[in-house]
């Protein structure tokens, strides 16, 4: 049975198109097909001069959807917005349908490195050909239906096999022919790939660790030329600084342990750099939404609860280590928000973020460790309080040792207290006794 127009206005969108507005035509077009299929579609067709609060609304529609679809064109390719509702869709874990009505090449020539590897695996619909018109909407309103149900798509439309025309995202399946590749680079960069890790095996037969510095020549020497093809130097360090991060890597002890590198992939060498792809994905994703100039920051914070998942921590843990002091602080007010409680990485990265030189993010270090409950965060918690020259920070360390609470806290509270107490006695007394003796003097 077709749903009512109310029941369709109070639910939450089945579909969220995301698009450049020099497609708006095509889009009102696909609009329309769904709407008449029995969808529910949001979709932004005020524009940008709305403001910040209809941004809002379009992250949170995001967050909101069974699906999300994006209209891929060299506009869409190139624009800030687009980019940063996939990465907010990416990260929300939602069923993403990439259609494309250009040229596949032109469209990837336009991609940059990010929105290249996040589509990468994804199997990409044609929309270019409009007498395919009908017999293409046929398989998206199939794709569709394998996420918002069979009654939701009206049979007229479609009745489509099951099994038969999935586009399914990251989590469910991958298109395995990559669109990002021709067929030569493709050869060539699995063969370079093969060799790494081929590099990686015959070291480790005869060693637990490879220094960074060798293992950051051999990864340019090895895959510098293929990879070039791929994306910049800019991006290849990029890599490199992701894995720096993911295989714990450490100044003072600059080593890649077999054991961190099992771990990272899982038990599987074979896969590292399946494993290092989906790495750089999700770095990228949580960077863009996460961004101070991005367009779903704030909404992406407002819902953190509903996006919650053990890949979400990790990914805002790793954004604590992030080159921007902006981003460090939104992350540590995000993981604060989110409750890390009783993850011991996470905890360590806040704390090292008591050192941090950006007051901002000393700052957004202390209430977080409060909202999560560090206990092992509070000698460094009181030592910040007693020392940091910024008023603020102090008052914001104050604040988490009140809200960890317990023995260690409560002892340091009032110990400070007590000698704040007799510091300010002893000021005042001494600021009091040279008026009384000009007076009896006189």
């Known amino acids: 049975m077709a749903s009512t127009k109310t029941e369709i206005e109070h639910r939450h969108p089945d579909v969220m198109i995301s698009y450049s507005r020099v497609n708006q035509n095509f889009m009102r077009k696909l609009k329309d097909s769904f709407i008449e299929s029995g969808l529910h579609v949001w979709v932004d067709e005020i524009g940008l001069e709305a403001g910040s609060e209809f941004l809002n609304k379009i992250g949170q529609a995001i967050v909101d959807a069974k ?115 021709n067929k030569q680079e493709e050869r060539d960069l699995i063969k370079t790939g093969q060799k790494f890790i081929q ?113 979400v921590l990790e990914a805002l843990s790793d954004l604590l280590t992030d080159s921007d002091p902006n981003i460090r602080s939104v992350a540590a007010i995000s993981l604060g928000r989110l409750g890390a409680q009783n993850n011991r990485r996470i905890t360590k990265r806040l704390t090292n973020l008591l050192n941090d030189t950006d007051r901002l993010v000393r700052e957004a270090g202390c209430l977080a460790l409060g909202h999560i409950k560090a206990q092992s965060a509070v000698h460094k918690l009181v030592k910040l309080w007693r020392n940091d020259t910024i008023s603020h920070v102090r008052e914001a360390a104050q604040c988490a040792l009140k809200r960890i609470g317990g023995e260690e806290a409560e002892k340091a509270l009032h110990i400070t207290k007590v000698l704040t107490e007799e510091i300010r006695a002893l000021t005042t007394k001494n600021d009091v006794n040279p008026t009384t003796t000009t007076i009896l003097s006189n």
């Open 199 to 311: 590099f990686l095996k015959d070291y480790y037969q005869t060693a637990d660790t490879i220094p960074w510095t060798l293992f950051e020549q051999k990864f340019y020497e090895i895959n510098g030329p293929d990879l070039e093809k791929l994306c910049s130097f800019d991006n290849e360090a990029w890599l490199l600084g992701i894995l720096y991060r993911e295989l714990e890597v450490f100044e003072g002890n600059e080593n890649v342990s077999k054991q961190n590198l099992l771990e990272f992939t899982d038990n599987k060498i074979d896969a590292f750099w399946e494993n290092v792809e989906e790495q750089a994905v999700q770095s990228y994703a949580m960077r863009e939404v996460f961004n101070m100039d991005s367009s779903v920051r704030i909404p992406a914070i407002m819902n953190l609860s509903k996006i919650n998942s053990p890949a």
């Open 67 to 181: 699906v999300f679809l994006i209209i891929l064109s060299k506009n869409s390719a190139t624009s800030k917005y687009c980019r940063d509702e996939l990465a907010l869709a990416y990260i929300s874990n939602k069923p993403i349908i990439p259609i494309f009505i250009e040229d596949k090449n032109d469209i990837l020539a336009a991609f940059d490195f990010g929105m290249k590897l996040t589509l990468a695996a994804m199997e990409w619909i044609s929309m270019i050909d409009s007498l395919q018109y009908d017999q293409q909407l046929k398989k998206i309103l199939a794709t569709i239906n394998t996420f918002v149900g069979d009654s939701l798509v009206s049979e007229t439309h479609i009745n489509p096999e099951k099994g038969q025309n999935r586009l399914l995202n990251r989590q469910i399946s991958k298109n395995t022919s990559k669109v990002l590749f």
